[in-house]
């Protein structure tokens, strides 16, 4: 089955950047569809940024220009570039499909 695997996150002063990586192995033919997605405790899982099918991207609201996401097929890896961070994107981040599964999440912390 697919497997997905989050790497990258860590502890950033607000108005840092980092980088997250998803490994993606498996039975999977494309990482076409995927995306990123961050939780926090009490909360619904929620969408961050996602490919779509058509080629196109979505991006949440709160991260639009300041979050980038990327893929390389041929490393079967997806990026999530973020930039100008803020206490409020502490969460935990994972990768995976609209409708699961996902990986076991990456810790995002942004303190001072």
């Known amino acids: 089955q697919v497997q997905f695997m989050e790497s990258g996150g860590g502890l950033v002063q607000p108005g840092g950047s980092l980088r997250l990586s998803c490994a993606v192995s498996?039975?999977?033919?494309?990482?076409?569809?995927m995306g990123w997605y961050r939780q926090v405790p009490g909360k619904q899982r929620e969408l961050v940024a996602r490919?779509?099918?058509?080629?196109?991207?979505i991006y949440a609201d709160y991260v639009k220009g300041r979050f980038t996401i990327s893929r390389d097929n041929a490393k079967r890896t997806m990026y999530l570039q973020m930039n100008s961070l803020s206490p409020e994107d502490t969460a935990v981040y994972y990768c995976?499909?609209?409708?699961?599964?996902w990986g076991q999440g990456t810790q995002v912390t942004v303190s001072a």
């Open positions: 995976g499909l609209p409708a699961g599964p």
């Open positions: 498996g039975s999977i033919n494309s990482l076409s569809n």
């Open positions: 490919f779509m099918w058509s080629g196109s991207t």
